[in-house]
């Protein structure tokens, strides 16, 4: 099985601090992925990532960038955490071509609190 | 832009009741959809998924879904519900922008009382 491994299941940062959310999957996957999910309002897109070194935006990319210089690891850095970054954050990945999906791999997730 | 929408955000059932999420999303092109599951405490998982064919999709644990283009729908259904199924369900559909974006409704909340 695939596995979608998110270095930590909890963390909790004070404002103005950088913070680093790494994720590393298993599988040779080409596709990564990052959302954070809140109550209420599902799961939304940060960034993400197709290849190695390529990013794009997702629906709500403002405080956040990504880096991907490995296949295998997708981090997302919050440059500046701010309390309203208070949230769980998943990490995805999936393995097909451009024009079709076969669903994503979600790693256990990192709930983040910025206090 | 793509939209998913799921009516019902919470809903309240006793064991051995039939179930029906509903599901909506606004593409009127090729799609695929799915929906994923996720029991407390535990990561995301599929249960199910359409790319083509059948309409009439079966998935895991009992679950089906059956896509109804002309309505936009993919609604999930279980015959008899149990406690182990109380979880957070999410329909999801790809975008239209050629990647493999999935856009997600908002979820819905299931709490089977024994």
């Known amino acids: 099985d695939v596995k979608v491994t998110q270095s930590s299941r909890y963390l909790v940062k004070r404002t103005g601090e950088k913070v680093f959310l790494e994720c590393v999957q298993d599988m040779d996957h080409e596709n990564m992925f990052w959302y954070r999910q809140d109550p209420g309002l599902g799961l939304r897109l940060i960034y993400f990532?197709?290849?190695?070194?390529?990013?794009e935006k997702g629906d709500i990319p403002e405080g956040y960038s990504v880096s991907r210089e490995k296949k295998e690891r997708f981090s997302l850095i919050l440059e500046s955490a701010s309390t309203n970054q208070t949230s769980m954050y998943l990490c995805?990945?999936?393995?097909?071509?451009?024009?079709?999906?076969?669903?994503?791999?979600f790693g256990s997730g990192t709930r983040l609190t910025v206090v | 832009a793509q939209s998913v929408s799921q009516h019902n955000h919470h809903v309240i059932l006793s064991e051995a009741a039939s179930l029906e999420l509903g599901c909506n999303y606004s593409?009127?092109?090729?799609?695929?959809l799915f929906w994923y599951v996720q029991y407390p405490g535990q990561h995301l998982q599929l249960l199910l998924k359409?790319?083509?064919?059948?309409?009439l999709v079966k998935g895991i644990k009992g679950f089906e879904a059956e896509f109804i283009k002309s309505k936009f729908s993919f609604n999930l259904r279980k015959p008899s519900v149990q406690w182990s199924d109380t979880a957070e369900y999410f329909c999801?559909?790809?975008?239209?922008?050629?990647?493999?974006?999935?856009?997600f409704g908002t979820g819905t909340r299931l709490l089977v009382s024994p």
């Open positions: 999801a559909v790809t975008s239209n922008t050629g990647f493999q974006k999935l856009v």
């Open positions: 593409y009127g092109g090729t799609v695929n």
């Open positions: 359409y790319f083509s064919g059948d309409p």
């Open positions: 995805a990945s999936s393995l097909s071509g451009r024009d079709r999906t076969d669903g994503y791999t």
């Open positions: 990532s197709y290849d190695v070194k390529m990013k």
